[in-house]
């Protein structure tokens, strides 16, 4: 990944490489085409992402603060765990709110295994990061000036909405249907995989307007999974926000890497295109 300051970012490298059983093989494979620094994601069920008060410390207390605030509600030991914030930013009039934050653990039992892999690999680890940061990378290329966004994507995993605000990540939910479930569709019929798609949805947006009133969202955005077309006809007639198929070449240069021309090849690299701005974004000049 490539940041310009003048021009959209540029997807300069994309290779996937398949892999039966052993990761390691694989990295190894793909090490010769990897330059600079690396970041790889946790998948859903590794991490607990949780929406707390912001602790009342010094910055440089604040993890600690955080993690024994969550120490009831994570399910391993967080004396043994990984624990990161991220701030919500409260804006303006923001009804009284008081100040939240995202508190994100991961156990050692999950972290030390992935940070040997690559230390075995012989591939330099910048970050471990989530999935729901590298989407809100990619959200905010999307992002209309003074307007929140909201960002749906799914993949084997289940679906995963973001909302997205001057870059900043404000809300996130896990919907549990993935791609294959929601491209075999199971109909429009009362209570089929669409419906039972759009209630998380509509629950989501809902939640979102009563914490956040003083943030407009200007459309949702589908990443073109195999049936998605047809699912953002039936979001479009159930949701008064506008509801749009993403075009990630509206935000991003594919330009170096033709594989990535067609709309599913691109929701397939959607995650590893997020992690890559992360990391580009933290590089040295």
């Given at each position: 990944m490539r940041q310009r300051t003048d021009a959209r970012p540029e997807v300069s490298g994309w290779e996937?490489?398949?892999?039966?059983?052993?990761?390691?093989?694989?990295?190894k494979r793909l090490r010769g085409s990897l330059h600079g620094r690396c970041t790889t994601l946790l998948r859903h069920?590794?991490?607990?992402?949780?929406?707390v008060p912001a602790p009342q410390v010094p910055a440089a207390e604040r993890s600690q603060a955080v993690r024994w605030q969550i120490k009831e509600m994570v399910d391993f030991p967080v004396a043994q765990a990984g624990v990161d914030v991220l701030d919500i930013p409260v804006a303006q009039g923001g009804g009284g709110r008081g100040p939240q934050v995202f508190a994100v653990a991961a156990s050692h039992a999950v972290l030390t295994p992935r940070i040997h892999l690559f230390q075995d690999a012989k591939i330099p680890l910048a970050a471990i990061d989530i999935p729901e940061l590298a989407q809100r990378n990619v959200a905010v290329l999307f992002e209309e000036e003074n307007?929140?966004?909201?960002?749906?994507?799914?993949?084997?995993?289940?679906?995963?909405?973001?909302?997205?605000?001057?870059?900043?990540?404000?809300?996130?939910?896990?919907?549990?249907?993935?791609?294959?479930?929601?491209?075999a569709r199971g109909g429009e019929a009362p209570g089929g995989v669409f419906e039972r798609v759009l209630l998380d949805v509509q629950r989501s947006l809902d939640n979102f307007d009563r914490n956040f009133s003083f943030i407009t969202l200007a459309r949702l955005l589908v990443?073109?999974?195999p049936g998605a077309a047809a699912?953002?006809?039936?979001?479009?007639?159930?949701?008064?926000?506008?509801?749009?198929?993403?075009?990630?070449?509206?935000?991003?240069?594919?330009?170096?890497?033709?594989?990535?021309?067609?709309?599913?090849?691109?929701?397939?690299?959607l995650l590893a295109i997020g992690a890559a701005l992360r990391v580009e974004a933290k590089a040295p000049a």
């Open positions: 996937s490489v398949a892999y039966e059983g052993v990761e390691l093989d694989a990295l069920g590794q991490y607990q992402m949780l929406q307007r929140g966004l909201a960002f749906l994507n799914f993949d084997a995993d289940g679906g995963r909405l973001t909302i997205t605000y001057k870059g900043e990540l404000y809300a996130s939910r896990h919907i549990e249907i993935g791609a294959k479930e929601l491209a990443v073109p999974i699912f953002v006809e039936y979001l479009k007639s159930n949701l008064y926000q506008p509801v749009e198929l993403l075009d990630l070449s509206k935000g991003l240069d594919f330009a170096a890497v033709p594989a990535l021309a067609a709309p599913e090849q691109q929701a397939a690299a």
